[in-house]
Nanobody, 123 residues
Framework: QVQLVESGGGLVQAGGSLRLSCAASGRTFGGYAMGWFRQAPGKEREFVAGISRGGGSTTYADSAKGRFTISRDNAKRTVYLQMNTLKPEDTAVYSC????????????????WGQGTQVTVSS
């Protein structure tokens, strides 16, 4: 089993930045691609960003491209999502997920999920 715990969410003004972290335990972290997803009230869960096992390949949703950066530190068993130039429409619960073995933009492809961290962007 893999346990994932997100942190770093909070309330921020539009145009500000947040750095989310996802700490993994229980299984070899380097064996999993990692993804960030978000779900806003009344909306379906959507893919935000993904990163390969070694961190050499990344994928972003169009809404995140140019503003968000996903990274990972396998020694620390942690994946990050740096979010810059935040907009009110970024408000959502952000969850990290783990998948064997490659990145996927489909939520159903991920085996393990964290509980999520709330990000609220005010105008």
């Amino acid at each position: 089993q893999v346990q994932l715990v997100e942190s770093g969410g909070g309330l921020v003004q539009a145009g500000g930045s947040l750095r989310l972290s996802c700490a993994a335990s229980g299984r070899t972290f380097g064996g999993y691609a990692m993804g960030w997803f978000r779900q806003a009230p009344g909306k379906e869960r959507e893919f935000v960003a993904g990163i390969s096992r070694g961190g050499g390949s990344t994928t972003y949703a169009d809404s995140a491209k140019g503003r968000f950066t996903i990274s990972r530190d396998n020694a620390k068993r942690t994946v990050y999502l740096q979010m810059n130039t935040l907009k009110p429409e970024d408000t959502a619960v952000y969850s990290c997920a783990a998948r064997r073995v490659a990145i996927s933009t489909t939520p159903d492809g991920y085996e393990y999920w964290g509980q999520g961290t709330q990000v609220t962007v005010s105008s």
